[in-house]
């Protein structure tokens, strides 16, 4: 597991670089525990890892429960940015943090080629 860590971190990093509008990102297991994470440093990553997998918990159950068929994302928009929560995997959570202005379709596509690159490495 530790030689993939830096693969990820890699992974994490690569996405910020290639797209200006991503600010940080962190991959926390489906149970809430960090993997790891490209975050501020006065960011908590625990906390993270425990919101993103009670929000992603609730919203799966959301989804199931309204008939909206599988989750593939969850979109939180604050004033000063927005966090975008996508399953990577059976086993792993990626938490995306953006700009409040940006070009969300992009992201999408960075998202969901790292998302699927993270399971590759975890599943």
Do not use: W, Y
Not at 110 to 122: E, G, P
Request: hydrophobic share 50%.
């Amino acid at each position: 597991m530790s030689e993939n860590i830096s693969d990820l971190i890699e992974l994490l990093r690569k996405m910020e670089a290639v797209n200006a509008d991503i600010q940080g990102s962190a991959i926390v297991s489906v149970q809430g525990l960090p993997i790891c994470s490209v975050l501020a440093r006065d960011v908590n990553d625990g906390i993270v890892s425990a919101m993103s997998a009670a929000i992603l918990s609730v919203s799966e159950r959301a989804v199931e429960e309204l008939a909206r068929g599988n989750l593939k994302r969850i979109l939180i928009e604050g004033v000063d940015g927005i966090i975008i929560l996508s399953k990577a995997g059976n086993n792993a959570i990626l938490a995306t943090l953006t700009k409040a202005d940006a070009s969300l379709g992009m992201v999408f596509l960075n998202i969901q080629s790292v998302s699927q690159k993270i399971a590759d490495l975890l599943d």
